[in-house]
């Protein structure tokens, strides 16, 4: 769904980026306007766009704009920077926003890049174009997917979550907008950018092309699988959105749980003694006590035996109440139907706090109080410490995408979600109706990437799939992602035929797209790209299709205070799944020499007390 709000900080300031980029003009003279609006295929136009990214750094002058080398801080080559829009549906001329990076012709690697979105996109780039991609000559585009951002009603919220733009008019969904948003945009600007491409390098044919995302980057990247499989030759999908209703009902059911009482809500305070109570509780699960939880699913904790219940009508950091056990039990447990059936697993107990760094559970689903129904706009923003940013995209995206066409509808009532608890002493897990359930999926769906059987085109002509999903990730519970991929294993006569198109790579202790507690790092995203592939997921899929050697291990790092340029805290290797990283026995447990992935190990698979609540092991509705 989401990727992170913490962005790349960007190096140095506008006014000498575009220094730069006046002085870097002359050394490149196929970048200008004239000459990308003569390579620009039919439907593209080549102009200024207003959503290019967040910060406002890459600035075009009708269009177009050369980036000199070195000049945002980043490290990136110099390259041409191009923006414009689309056209995605000749009938309505509806168009899609883009933007290009595009390296010298001397340098460009014969190859494509598509660089995915995050939350409900409205802006095509999240930070910079990749500046190790770029570096290996890759030209990379990315999409607006077809719309741009509205106004938050509050600054602190991440401006990819409104989704008014989804709305043609009050009470009516805008069809065009919601059909380049679940698949057409991407698709259209790939085979646009494929054109550009090759007519800007005067070139016949493409190499190879790939696709990198995270978060709604997952999700655009698995719809492209099932839907456009001669796309990309190969896709890298993280912690993938591509459940969008399912998103919604989590999403929803946290913050109602929160609303049934005042007291029902988590301090800080009480999410970091949660997180030393677990750490003791199963930080040893994998055998070896180095405040890593490699299966989540394997822990053995229950909120409602073992943390310390407050008195009766007494309520204390130290202690929790029998409201806000509830509230755990909930986000914990798998969400079911009325009949008990499960409908969505719920979320992994494994560092559910990292002090509120914008990545992790309670950052996300805005584990803070006093959550007050009655405050902010219904009730999303609803403490002044509190960024409940899931909560507030889960009301936008109801409002304006599933329910738009619903008069009356109102979050909190209009999905029937209800709390239950499975025997006397139990915590509670959500119920939601299966009619609830239909409506949202018949809405939505388009949009979704989650049905194994439909990447089979895929599979077969031999294209890549790299998957991987934080252990940790407050906002897109991993065992959605292993589900996926324990399903997709039976449809290809399981693991080990499976591996020779798709891997997946669960990471212990790793958020949203990246952050948290444990080793996060691994040239997803915008993180630091060390370009072999050992240590760089890209460079594992390239190795992959262009010389047929499958990763067999991603190593993964931990820096200190998540600052790539900082003192490296620990490394650790990351296993396909169902395997899982073994300590040798000796050597320090913060060195990846020191562990090892067995070909044959299917540790994951082993069924424990978290996942049976969470619904992990079950096969869904």
């Not at 600007?189 to 550009?196: F, N, Q, Y």
């Not at 409908?343 to 992994?348: E, H, K, L, N, R």
């Not at 738009?404 to 999905?415: I, V």
């Not at 790539?564 to 060195?591: E, H, Q, W």
């Amino acid at each position: 769904m989401r990727t992170p709000v913490r962005l790349l900080t960007l190096g140095i300031t506008l006014l000498a980026a575009v220094a730069g980029a006046e002085a870097a003009h002359a050394a490149n003279p196929e970048c200008t306007v004239e000459a990308l609006r003569a390579v620009a295929p039919p439907g593209v136009t080549i102009m200024d766009i207003p959503n290019v990214g967040p910060h406002d750094v890459l600035k075009t002058s009708q269009g177009v704009s050369v980036v000199a080398a070195g000049s945002l801080g980043d490290g990136a080559p110099e390259y041409c920077f191009v923006t414009g829009r689309v056209v995605t549906n000749p009938t309505t001329n509806k168009t899609a926003n883009f933007a290009a990076a595009l390296p010298l012709k001397s340098q460009w690697n014969g190859k494509f890049m598509f660089q995915g979105c995050g939350g409900n996109c409205g802006t095509v780039f999240l930070g910079k174009p990749s500046a190790a991609s770029l570096k290996r000559g890759y030209p990379i585009f990315a999409t607006d997917d077809g719309h741009m951002n509205g106004a938050s009603p509050d600054k602190r919220l991440w401006p990819f979550s409104e989704s008014s733009w989804a709305a043609a008019s009050p009470g009516h969904r805008d069809e065009d907008a919601a059909t380049d948003f679940f698949y057409r945009a991407v698709h259209a600007v790939v085979l646009a950018g494929k054109e550009l491409t090759l007519k800007y390098y005067a070139a016949d044919t493409l190499e190879q092309s790939y696709y990198q995302g995270c978060s709604d980057g997952g999700r655009e990247g698995m719809v492209e699988v099932a839907r456009y499989p001669t796309d990309f030759d190969g896709v890298v999908a993280g912690d993938p959105y591509f459940d969008i209703d399912a998103e919604i009902v989590e999403s929803l059911a946290g913050i109602q749980v929160q609303l049934r009482t005042p007291s029902a809500a988590i301090s800080h305070a009480q999410m970091l003694k949660i997180d030393a109570v677990v750490d003791a509780k199963c930080d040893a699960t994998d055998g070896v006590k180095d405040h890593l939880i490699q299966d989540p699913g394997q822990c053995a904790f229950d909120p409602q035996k073992d943390l310390p219940r407050c008195k009766a009508g007494l309520s204390s950091d130290d202690c929790f109440t029998k409201d806000q056990l509830a509230s755990l039990s909930s986000i914990w447990s798998g969400i079911t139907n009325q009949a008990g059936k499960p409908v969505y697993p719920g979320y992994p107990i494994s560092n559910v706090s990292s002090n509120m760094r914008a990545d992790d559970l309670e950052y996300w689903l805005g584990f803070q109080g006093p959550v007050d129904a009655a405050s902010g706009p219904e009730p999303w923003v609803s403490h002044p410490d509190q960024q409940a940013e899931a909560w507030y995209w889960a009301n936008q995206t109801m409002r304006y995408i599933v329910y738009a066409d619903q008069p009356g509808f109102n979050s909190l009532t209009t999905p029937g979600i209800t709390f239950h608890a499975a025997n006397k002493g139990s915590g509670l897990h959500a119920v939601i109706p299966d009619e609830t359930v239909a409506f949202m999926r018949k809405r939505v769906g388009a949009g979704n990437g989650n049905v194994p059987s439909e990447s089979a085109q895929f599979f077969q002509q031999n294209r890549k799939l790299i998957l991987y999903h934080g252990y940790s990730d407050g906002d897109i519970t991993p065992f959605r992602t292993i589900q996926y991929y324990r399903d997709l294993a039976k449809l290809h006569g399981g693991y080990a035929r499976l591996q020779k198109n798709a891997r997946l790579f669960m990471v212990p202790g790793m958020a949203h797209c990246g952050g948290g507690a444990g080793p996060n790092s691994f040239g997803q995203g915008g993180n630091p790209n060390p370009g072999d592939a050992h240590n760089d997921i890209i460079a594992a899929l390239e190795n992959w299709v262009e010389k047929g050697a499958a990763p067999s291990a991603i190593i993964s790092t931990k820096f200190e205070h998540d600052d790539p340029t900082g003192k490296i805290a620990r490394t650790m290797p990351l296993c396909p799944f169902p395997s899982m990283a073994r300590y040798r026995g000796k050597g320090d447990v913060n060195d990846a020499v020191n562990w090892a992935c067995g070909v044959t190990d299917q540790r994951l698979l082993k069924k424990g007390h978290a996942g049976q609540t969470a619904g992990l092991y079950a096969h869904l509705k």
